[in-house]
C-alpha cells in the first residue's frame, strides 16, 4: 500500500461530521460538514462556538473525512475563506473524487475547486458589502435580522449574481422571528421583474439531527 505523505498544514477545526444538509437549495443532501474555527465577522446570534477548535493536520482530516460514506463536503465555518492555504486541502478532498460546497459570508473570494457556493451575506455588516463582496454565488441566504431587510436585499441582488435566493429567520433563544420573515418575503415577492425569494428554514434543527 502507498503510504500518502501531505504538506506540513494544520487548520483550525471546531467538527467533522456526517449529515444531511439542513438549509438551502441542497436540504437534505448526505454530506461531511469540514467545521472550521475563527470569523472575521461577530453575528451576536451565530450558533456556531466557531472560536472554540483544535489544530488538525492534513492527515487527520482527511482520514476523518474519509471515515464517513458520503461523497459531498461542505466546508464551513466560522469564515473558511479566511484561509489562504485552503486550497491545499481543496485539492486533496477533489483527488478523492469528492463533490465540494462552501458556506461563506461572502466577503472574501472562493477557491476556485468548489462546486457550489453558498453565502450568507450580514445585515448588521452592510457598510462592509458595500465597499466589496463576491459577485456569484449559487444560493444567497440572508438571516432576517433587525434594520432594512428589504433594503439589504436589493443591494445583495444587484452585488450578487444568484441561481437561488432565501430568506431565513433569526433564532435567538430558541426562537425564531418566523412571522417577520414570511411577511417580508411576500413583501420582496411582490416586486416586479426581481429575483424571486424563498424562504429557508434550518430543518436539521426541528428534526434533531446535526
Given at each position: 500500500?502507498?503510504?500518502?505523505?501531505?504538506?506540513?498544514?494544520?487548520?483550525?477545526?471546531?467538527?467533522?461530521?456526517?449529515?444531511?444538509?439542513?438549509?438551502?437549495?441542497?436540504?437534505?443532501?448526505?454530506?461531511?460538514?469540514?467545521?472550521?474555527?475563527k470569523c472575521n465577522l461577530a453575528c451576536p446570534w451565530c450558533d456556531t462556538n466557531y472560536n472554540e477548535y483544535e489544530k488538525w493536520s492534513l492527515e487527520q482530516i482527511v482520514g476523518r473525512v474519509k471515515?464517513?460514506?458520503?461523497?459531498?463536503?461542505?466546508?464551513?465555518?466560522?469564515?473558511?475563506?479566511?484561509?489562504?492555504?485552503?486550497?491545499?486541502?481543496?485539492?486533496?478532498?477533489?483527488?478523492?473524487?469528492?463533490?465540494?460546497?462552501?458556506?461563506?459570508?461572502?466577503?472574501?473570494?472562493?477557491?476556485?475547486?468548489?462546486?457550489?457556493?453558498?453565502?450568507?451575506?450580514?445585515?448588521?455588516?452592510?457598510?462592509?458589502?458595500?465597499?466589496?463582496?463576491?459577485?456569484?454565488?449559487?444560493?444567497?441566504?440572508?438571516?432576517?435580522?433587525?434594520?432594512?431587510?428589504?433594503?439589504?436585499?436589493?443591494?445583495?441582488?444587484?452585488?450578487?449574481?444568484?441561481?437561488?435566493?432565501?430568506?431565513?429567520?433569526?433564532?435567538?433563544?430558541?426562537?425564531?422571528?418566523?412571522?417577520?420573515?414570511?411577511?417580508?418575503?411576500?413583501?420582496?415577492?411582490?416586486?416586479?421583474?426581481?429575483?424571486?425569494?424563498?424562504?429557508?428554514?434550518?430543518?436539521?434543527?426541528?428534526?434533531?439531527?446535526?
Open positions: 500500500m502507498t503510504t500518502i505523505i501531505y504538506p506540513k498544514l494544520e487548520f483550525p477545526i471546531v467538527e467533522i461530521f456526517e449529515s444531511l444538509q439542513g438549509e438551502g437549495f441542497n436540504t437534505g443532501l448526505p454530506c461531511i460538514f469540514v467545521r472550521l474555527g471515515s464517513y460514506s458520503a461523497k459531498n463536503i461542505i466546508v464551513t465555518g466560522g469564515e473558511p475563506t479566511m484561509y489562504t492555504n485552503l486550497g491545499t486541502l481543496l485539492d486533496i478532498f477533489k483527488a478523492e473524487g469528492y463533490w465540494l460546497a462552501i458556506e461563506t459570508n461572502g466577503l472574501k473570494a472562493v477557491p476556485k475547486q468548489i462546486d457550489y457556493i453558498a453565502t450568507s451575506p450580514k445585515l448588521m455588516y452592510q457598510e462592509k458589502y458595500q465597499r466589496e463582496c463576491i459577485s456569484f454565488a449559487h444560493e444567497v441566504r440572508i438571516v432576517m435580522d433587525k434594520g432594512d431587510v428589504q433594503g439589504f436585499c436589493e443591494q445583495i441582488e444587484t452585488q450578487i449574481q444568484a441561481e437561488h435566493y432565501y430568506l431565513s429567520p433569526c433564532e435567538i433563544d430558541g426562537k425564531m422571528n418566523l412571522l417577520e420573515t414570511i411577511t417580508q418575503l411576500g413583501i420582496l415577492n411582490q416586486r416586479a421583474n426581481k429575483p424571486k425569494w424563498q424562504l429557508s428554514l434550518q430543518t436539521h434543527k426541528l428534526v434533531g439531527i446535526e
